[in-house]
């Protein structure tokens, strides 16, 4: 860092870390979270939510095997929930439902990567018909 004139403090405040975020497209209308965005990562589990208006999305993944991708659904312990207006709630786990969460960082304090699912009522039948796409996902959370 340098030192201003006269010793009155720095010019140089040195790296700044970007600013949490995460964001998708719901059904094609972009989301991105403007409240709640809470992370944590205990145990090799990260769990990471948002909310923007009356959407909540939640993802949770295995950190165990470092940055890679993951598939979500078909037995994978890795899950997706997307709660709307109203309480109704979509998921995509480990009997319903799917897509992938790419963990691009993990560090003590942060994690970084993108996601695409395909989400199903959590109640009653699987109508593919009615699947919420999550699409272009993306996320930087603090923990």
Do not use: K, Y
Not at 50 to 55: H, T, V
Not at 78 to 100: C, I, K, Q
Not at 116 to 130: C, I, K
């Amino acid at each position: 860092m340098e030192s201003s004139p006269a010793g009155r403090g720095t010019t140089d405040p040195g790296p700044v870390a970007p600013a949490a975020f995460m964001r998708a497209l719901i059904d094609g209308e972009p989301w991105c979270a403007s409240s709640g965005l809470q992370a944590a990562h205990r145990g090799g589990i990260l769990a990471f939510s948002g909310a923007a208006g009356e959407r909540v999305l939640t993802l949770a993944i295995v950190t165990a095997g470092g940055p890679g991708p993951q598939t979500v659904g078909g037995g994978s312990p890795a899950n997706a929930m997307l709660v709307l207006g109203g309480g109704e709630t979509w998921v995509a786990d480990g009997t319903r439902g799917g897509g992938t969460v790419t963990l691009s960082e993990l560090t003590a304090r942060r994690a970084a990567g993108t996601f695409e699912l395909r989400m199903f009522p959590r109640t009653g039948p699987d109508a593919r018909a009615d699947a919420h796409q999550v699409t272009d996902g993306a996320f930087d959370v603090r923990f």
